[in-house]
């Protein structure tokens, strides 16, 4: 495991490299592999792009992100313009079922997504789209992944098939187990990007609503 100082100094390298974050405005300390991320930033965007950048670091194991979200313009995007704003993102979006969700905006700048769509990989775009819009602040995501019902042996056929096509190398590691339309998911992987995969070919499979991930990191 790396030593805290070289944690630390990694995560703020992967926050200079992307280019969706103003590292300078971020602060980062590590202990035992937890990172914990402070600062101010503009928009929602940002602060879940550090997050994101700092579980892509080797040696990362949780992120505590106390970023705070201040916009820096001088004039705020009215709820009107936010909602605007919201429908053009999900209409623009082909792997999100527009016309199945919809939103509210209030407190300057607060999402609520509803509906129903069918896999919680679309549920997790729509949020995604909303988020990067300018004058959102935060996004409630209360889309519920419905659909018809699918057999607990057909489900884990399915998902165990999408991984030997996304991770063939770690799909030996990773067990599948399925309750119901929940999804657990334990094993290891060897890095945050594998993690994503893995729980993006279970999140993508029509039936699953709910995953329970209890993989682990291990280089």
């Given at each position: ?15 200079a ?8 405005a ?16 503009d ?33 705020t ?12 993102a ?5 792997f ?5 969700i919809?939103?509210?905006v ?5 999402v ?7 896999t ?24 519920t ?11 884990h ?5 999408a ?8 799909a ?18 060897a ?26 990191i291990?280089?």
């Amino acid at each position: 495991m790396k030593i805290d100082s070289q944690l630390k100094t990694d995560v703020m390298r992967e926050l200079a490299w992307d280019i969706h974050i103003e590292e300078a405005a971020i602060g980062v300390s590590a202990h035992h592999g937890v990172v914990t991320l402070n600062g101010i930033v503009d928009c929602w965007a940002q602060k879940h792009a550090a997050e994101e950048a700092a579980h892509r670091v080797a040696g990362v194991l949780d992120v505590a992100n106390e970023i705070e979200i201040k916009p820096s313009w001088i004039v705020t995007r009215s709820d009107a313009d936010i909602a605007e704003a919201v429908r053009g993102a999900l209409t623009w979006n082909r792997f999100v079922p527009e016309q199945q969700i919809r939103s509210t905006v209030s407190d300057h700048g607060t999402v609520t997504l509803t509906g129903t769509v069918r896999t919680l990989a679309q549920r997790e775009e729509a949020e995604r789209v909303v988020r990067e819009l300018a004058g959102v602040r935060y996004v409630t995501n209360q889309i519920t992944v419905g659909g018809p019902s699918v057999a607990e042996g057909a489900l884990h056929e399915t998902i165990k098939e999408a991984l030997e096509r996304h991770v063939a190398r770690e799909a030996d590691r990773i067990t599948v187990d399925v309750q119901g339309d929940t999804v657990v998911l334990s094993g290891r992987v060897a890095s945050w990007r594998e993690r994503r995969a893995v729980l993006g070919a279970a999140k993508g499979t029509p039936g699953v609503r709910r995953i329970d991930d209890r993989l682990r990191i291990q280089a």
